[in-house]
Protein backbone atom coordinates (compact mmCIF):
# COMPACT_ATOMS: atom_id res chain seq x y z
CA UNK A 1 0.00 0.00 0.00
CA UNK A 2 1.18 3.30 -0.74
CA UNK A 3 -0.77 6.01 1.54
CA UNK A 4 0.61 9.79 0.76
CA UNK A 5 1.43 11.69 3.97
CA UNK A 6 0.31 15.36 3.64
CA UNK A 7 -0.91 17.10 0.92
CA UNK A 8 -0.53 16.25 -2.82
CA UNK A 9 2.46 18.57 -4.54
CA UNK A 10 1.51 21.15 -7.00
CA UNK A 11 3.96 21.71 -9.32
CA UNK A 12 4.55 24.49 -11.88
CA UNK A 13 7.55 25.91 -14.30
CA UNK A 14 9.51 28.99 -13.12
CA UNK A 15 11.63 31.36 -15.58
CA UNK A 16 15.26 30.82 -14.33
CA UNK A 17 15.14 34.42 -13.52
CA UNK A 18 12.03 34.27 -11.46
CA UNK A 19 12.70 31.49 -10.01
CA UNK A 20 16.47 33.70 -8.57
CA UNK A 21 14.65 36.51 -7.28
CA UNK A 22 11.78 34.48 -5.30
CA UNK A 23 15.06 32.75 -3.90
CA UNK A 24 16.69 36.09 -2.97
CA UNK A 25 13.41 37.26 -1.19
CA UNK A 26 12.53 34.01 0.30
CA UNK A 27 16.54 34.15 2.29
CA UNK A 28 15.97 37.93 2.68
CA UNK A 29 12.76 37.03 4.68
CA UNK A 30 13.97 34.01 6.66
CA UNK A 31 11.81 31.19 5.26
CA UNK A 32 13.64 28.02 5.71
CA UNK A 33 12.63 26.64 2.03
CA UNK A 34 10.88 28.48 -1.33
CA UNK A 35 7.82 26.15 -0.86
CA UNK A 36 7.24 27.56 2.79
CA UNK A 37 8.27 31.11 1.36
CA UNK A 38 5.62 30.81 -1.16
CA UNK A 39 2.88 29.55 0.90
CA UNK A 40 3.02 32.60 3.33
CA UNK A 41 3.07 34.59 0.41
CA UNK A 42 0.07 33.23 -1.00
CA UNK A 43 -1.34 33.29 2.44
CA UNK A 44 -0.62 37.02 3.22
CA UNK A 45 -2.12 37.72 -0.22
CA UNK A 46 -5.39 36.16 0.40
CA UNK A 47 -5.79 37.21 3.78
CA UNK A 48 -5.38 40.66 2.35
CA UNK A 49 -8.26 40.02 -0.06
CA UNK A 50 -10.24 38.89 2.85
CA UNK A 51 -10.50 35.49 0.93
CA UNK A 52 -12.15 32.09 3.27
CA UNK A 53 -12.55 34.10 6.19
CA UNK A 54 -15.89 33.63 7.32
CA UNK A 55 -18.45 36.21 7.77
CA UNK A 56 -19.84 37.08 11.37
Do not use: C, T, Y
Not at 1 to 8: A, L, S, V
Not at 20 to 40: P, T, V, Y
Request: hydrophobic residues 30%.
Amino acid sequence: MNDRRGNPPFQFRLDPELRKEMEEAQHQDGDESLAAWIKRIIRKELKSRKVGEKEE
